[in-house]
């Protein structure tokens, strides 16, 4: 394989709720989830019942022809945004589901597209282009024309770059790569107000603070707007490979037939698990208790000796701390049997799944701590 991922640190075997094990038969408390993407952890009877009862049946037929779990993710999708006017556009990744926004903006004829500093899309050519870290982009340039980047959650810098050039503005509600980034209240409403005196599309990109992670829904329901376009992926399809791209209300030009597409996109087996997962979330009324969970969790996280902050919402955190040791704290914490993940130097960041038990974060907590402290005193 390319080196593009390192050297992996551990091969998996198996999994189960928010556990796995290593091929030596050790066991891991799961605090990344698949950066963010095993919602209902790992073989979560509801997914494997929905994904073998689907292959069973029909597993591919190209998007020539409809098959009855796409309709009905479709439908349910729909429903989650309050907007009978959705219309959703099926993939297999975030960085796809950026691209079909990205051309769906065009569209507009206008090609200016205005997106945040530290801002992470995805690795393929066009959300590259739209990713506010340099060192990402730098080796890959010339990437797409005419994108601005403005500094995150600033929104006089935002009202000074858009204007009646600007087909598109994009930012995450949480910039979780760049290591879970809060904006202050008020910002995506800023930005809404922005986009509709020019007449700009307004992207929400909430391929990771999607399908209740953040306990609602999208991440950005909390500021009281409607964007024009969503994209999600990593936990949208319960562990399995899915991106959408939706447009809401009127702004958004439609493809029309041959403007856009995707083989594998939309499969009935991922829409299948995506059906599955959204009903368990539904069902057992998850996202209140998500919402508790993130607040358990930093009342909890800031008493620990080392750390500074703990942001973001949910079950999306990033743990702030007082030393520059987070990768040093990540190998040490699966030594201890807990998986967690460094966006940067003094940053830990938690996507667990949002099935987790109370039980659970009393574990993880207890873990990071002796782990935190083996760190910082030898
Ligand atoms: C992970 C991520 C992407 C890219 O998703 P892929 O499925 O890896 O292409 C895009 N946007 C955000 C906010 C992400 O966190």
Known sequence: MQNNYGVPALTFIKG?????????GKKYLDFLGGIATNILGHAHPAIVKAVTN?????????????HQPGIELAEKLQDLTGDPAARIFFCNSGAEANEAAIKISR?????EIIAAEGGFHGRTAGALSITGQETKRKPFEPLLP???????????????????????????????????????????????????????????????????????????????????????????????????????????PAFKPGEHGSTFGGNPISCAAANAAI????????????????????????????????????????????????SMIVAKAQGNGLLLNAPNKNVIRLAPALIVSKKQLKEFVKIFARTLNEVTNG
């Open 16 to 24: 189960d709720g928010a556990y796995v094990w290593d091929e030596n």
């Open 54 to 66: 689907q292959v069973k049946e029909l597993s591919h037929v190209s998007n020539f022809y409809a």
């Open 107 to 111: 569209l507009t004829g206008r090609t």
């Open 146 to 252: 005419r994108v601005k980047f403005v500094p995150f959650d600033d929104l006089t810098a935002m009202r000074k770059a858009v204007s009646g050039r600007t087909a598109m503005v994009i930012v995450e509600p949480i910039q979780g790569e760049n290591g879970v980034i809060v904006p202050k209240p008020g910002y995506l409403a800023g930005i809404r107000k922005i986009c509709n005196s020019n007449g700009a599309i307004f992207a929400i990109d909430a391929v990771q603070t999607g399908m209740g992670r953040t306990g609602e829904w999208f991440g950005y329901e909390s500021e009281g707007i409607h964007p024009d376009i969503i994209t999600l992926a990593k936990g949208l399809g319960g562990g399995l490979p899915l991106g959408a791209m939706i447009s809401l209300g009127n702004n958004v």
């Open 279 to 326: 009903d368990f979330i539904v069902k057992k009324d998850l996202l209140e208790k998500i919402a508790y969970f993130g607040e358990y969790l930093k009342s909890e996280l800031v008493e620990i000796p080392g750390v500074s902050e703990v942001r973001g919402r949910g079950l999306l955190l990033g743990i702030v701390l007082e030393s520059n040791l987070a």
